[in-house]
């Protein structure tokens, strides 16, 4: 169908502008975009991980975020391209796109969160797999 390279598009637009934001609270609570351009980013900032704090409440709300937000970008990506494992890869290289373009405006892009979007990515997989095995098992029994 051609709608499904659109809803892509749009989706990973959407997901752009969320990493880009300049202030993550602020997108969240507030709809506030702004973005503040980072010309020469540290790359070493992609291994930290002091910063994981799963105690608190913003954090957990921005990474079930993350696993929710990549999950449908596969499902998009899987309704589009109709091949699990290049909509898998093409999600993937997104995620870990998105991560080092948030160095560029300031935010934290890290390796563990490519970690999170590859979760909910591979949950996406599972609840397909699930999904559309049961659709085509319930269709077989019909006929």
């Known amino acids: 169908m ?3 390279p659109l809803l892509t598009f749009l989706w990973a637009t959407f997901i ?3 990493a880009c934001t300049s202030d993550a609270h602020a997108f969240l609570y507030e709809q506030v975009i702004q973005f503040h351009f980072e010309s020469a ?4 900032e992609l291994l930290i991980v002091s910063d994981i704090h799963l105690n608190k409440e913003f954090y957990l709300i921005q990474k079930t975020g993350h696993m929710i937000t990549f999950g449908v970008l596969y499902i998009f990506h ?4 109709k091949k699990s ?3 898998f890869v093409l999600t993937g290289i997104f995620a870990a796109f998105s991560e080092v373009l948030q160095l560029y405006f300031n935010r ?7 970690g999170v979007d590859l979760v909910g990515i591979f949950i996406a997989y599972l609840f397909c797999i699930y999904f559309v095995g049961r659709f085509y098992s319930s269709r077989k ?3």
């Open 78 to 81: 899987l309704l589009w391209m």
């Open 108 to 114: 934290n892009g890290r390796l563990f969160d490519i």
């Open 16 to 18: 752009v502008i969320a």
């Open 141 to 143: 029994t019909v006929e």
């Open 2 to 4: 051609r709608v499904y």
């Open 41 to 44: 980013p540290s790359y070493v």
């Open 85 to 87: 494992g290049t909509a």
